[in-house]
């Protein structure tokens, strides 16, 4: 079965780094796009950016270049997401999700992680 | 960037009704556009790619057409289930954007 597994929910204070997971199993981890997608509480989805672990190729939305680092460990099959200083506005559900295809001609993401709210609250 | 403008913002219609959802993106994007379901407390779920492409597994009253910049979002007779939210998501060369979104309620 292909699957995306996202790490646990976070709490953390302003300021404070944090890195969560994405691993990805029953599937050729290094061919496929990796996303992630941010949704703070009962708002919209944005895109964040996007990993090829193949060659650590990124990508990343405009909104959010310079606020996170987006990197893959292709020998354990696992996306990362970090910040190095977080902010209240961080406090929202992040999405890791794979794409249908494994060229990037296509980017429709029908493989999505659970799902990993981080809290950031003093 | 691509913005896209999708709406409305929401809508309340009956079981059995049509519901229909347009997505307009600030340029010509083809047919690189794709629309997802998602209800609370879930992920997203991908209904339609490449604008009118139905995913696997996605009941047939779900439909999508367009390309450029006009593009719609079909549900044929709504369906107690399928309240949620709908976005829209479009991909230029690796630069992804999604529509606000269409929170789709029973009346």
């Known amino acids: 079965e292909v699957q995306l597994v996202q790490s646990g929910a976070e709490v953390k204070k302003p300021g404070e780094s944090l890195k969560i997971s994405c691993k990805g199993s029953?599937?050729?981890?290094?061919?496929?796009?990796i996303g992630w997608v941010r949704q703070m509480p009962g708002k919209g989805l944005e895109w964040m950016g996007i990993i090829y672990p193949g060659d650590s190729d990124t990508r990343y939305s405009p909104s959010f270049q310079g606020q996170v680092t987006i990197s893959a460990d292709k020998s354990i099959s696992t996306a990362y997401l970090q910040w190095s200083s977080l902010k209240a506005s961080d406090t929202a559900m992040y999405y890791c999700a794979r794409p249908r295809s494994d060229t990037s001609k296509e980017v429709a993401f029908d493989i999505w992680g659970q799902g990993t709210m981080v809290t950031v609250s003093s | 960037d691509i913005q896209m403008t999708q709406s409305p913002s929401s809508l309340s219609a009956s079981v059995g009704d049509r519901v229909t959802i347009t997505c307009q993106a600030s340029q010509d994007i083809s047919n690189y556009l794709n629309w997802y379901q998602q209800k609370p407390g879930k992920a997203p779920k991908l209904l339609i790619y490449d604008a009118s492409n139905l995913e696997t597994g996605v009941p047939s009253r779900f439909s999508g057409s367009g390309s450029g910049t006009d593009f719609t979002f079909t549900i044929s007779s709504l369906q107690p289930e399928d309240i949620a939210t709908y976005y829209c998501?479009?991909?230029?060369?690796?630069?992804?954007?999604f529509g606000g979104g269409t929170k789709v309620e029973i009346k």
């Open positions: 029953g599937y050729s981890f290094t061919s496929y796009w």
């Open positions: 998501q479009q991909y230029d060369n690796l630069r992804l954007t």
